[in-house]
């Protein structure tokens, strides 16, 4: 699995699994002299727990980290920042009984049949665990951004309280959108061919676990506009470029893979069962409520990377 690490100057390297004995992010390419602490990444992490709404489990999952090195009395150095979230001692007992059966919309099939391995308590590396680590990351490369400037909020579009409380009392889920709008951006982020600003964002969005679609700008619904209608509109980006206006973009979440309700399955090696959730697993009706600030943290992280490559673009 070679493929851990996101972005070119401003570069991350997550590591980890869920029930292993910690995670964490590497950040190569962060600017020297940036204030930065513990306590900062520790509360965008907050953002990210589950027990923040009403529609999250109430489950207990304080994610605490430290930073490890790269900041030398409260500013960065430019050397990697390491930041390690030691993770809390997790009961596995729950998973034993669906330890042989394929999970209805999650990885365990296709990464047995990749890796022939799987570590199947809490999916390793596969587990939205992981996007702690981005989130860690983002609020760093946030930091950078708010520096020269840009600022970047995402909210959930879609959908609303009245559908979760329906989905929740069926015990089964919703999919949804995240939107995000930064803005303060200068023109010139993005390059014209392989690494358009849209393309780098749409890869890193699509990156994420349970994200089915990206958009940007009016996206999807251009294609009923007539150009008349379409030239008018305001563009975050034109040609992978940034315009200087607003940048604004939709992710789109698939309903949770984990529900209540039993549901056809087959055992790994491919004979009909019934997978049913044990006792005690958590059950969010919607995953998009919690992908808001991962969907924030990947924005930041896209746009501090083109930011920092446009600083020797020309003389
Ligand atoms: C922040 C976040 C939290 C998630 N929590 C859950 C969850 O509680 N239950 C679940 O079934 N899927 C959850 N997911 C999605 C699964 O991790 C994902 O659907 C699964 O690994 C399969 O990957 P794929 O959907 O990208 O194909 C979450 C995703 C994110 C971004």
Redesign the pocket.
Known sequence: MATNSFGNIFRITTFGESHGKAIGVVIDGCPAGLELSDDEINAALAL?APGNSPFT?KRKEPDVGEILSGVFEGKTTGSPICFLIRNQDHNSAHYEPIKDLVRP???NSTYIQKYGVFDYRG?GR???RE?ACRVAAGAVAKKVLAHYCVSITACLKQPTEDQLTHVMAEGD?LGGIIEFVAEGLPCGLGDPVYEKLEANLACAMLS?????GFEIDAGFSCVSMKGSEHNKLPSGTLGGISTGKPLIGRVA??P????KIPQATTTLEGKPATFVLPEGS???PC?AI??VP?VEAMAALVLVDALLLNRCVRL
């Open positions: 990210r489990s919309g999650h990885a999916g596969a587990s939205a996007t889920s994420l676990p349970a994200t089915k979440c698939k949770t893979s984990s529900i958590r059950h969010d995953v919690r992908a991962v």
